[in-house]
């Protein structure tokens, strides 16, 4: 099993900054990759940035290339989100998600962490 704890997430004002963290623990893989995914009330849960477990190779929505940046830090088991000119359209809850390459192999989802821009 897999546990993702969410935290980091608040109120701030619009062209603010804030930085998520997720924290992994259990039986993790180097095989794995890690993403941050965000939902807001009424709207589809929608894909904001991933990095692979191995490569560190790195994948964004388009709606935050430029503004957001994901990271890893292997000592710990913890992928951060720096989110950066923040603006309102930002506002969800935001959740990582730890899956593998195949479909066919396990995921797992963090409890998520509120994130509201003010106008």
């Known amino acids: 099993q897999v546990q993702l704890v969410e935290s980091g997430g608040g109120l701030v004002q619009a062209g603010g900054s804030l930085r998520l963290s997720c924290a992994v623990s259990?039986?993790?893989?180097?095989?794995?990759?890690t993403a941050w995914f965000r939902q807001a009330p009424g709207k589809e849960r929608e894909f904001v940035a991933q990095?692979?477990?191995?490569?560190?190779?790195?994948l964004y929505a388009d709606s935050v290339k430029g503004r957001f940046t994901i990271s890893k830090n292997n000592a710990n088991n913890t992928v951060y989100l720096q989110m950066d000119s923040l603006k309102p359209e930002d506002t969800a809850v935001y959740l990582c998600k730890y899956y593998g390459v195949l479909a066919t192999l396990p995921e797992y989802w963090g409890q998520g962490t509120q994130v509201t821009v003010s106008s």
């Open positions: 259990g039986r993790t893989s180097s095989t794995y990759r």
């Open positions: 990095i692979s477990g191995s490569t560190n190779l790195t």
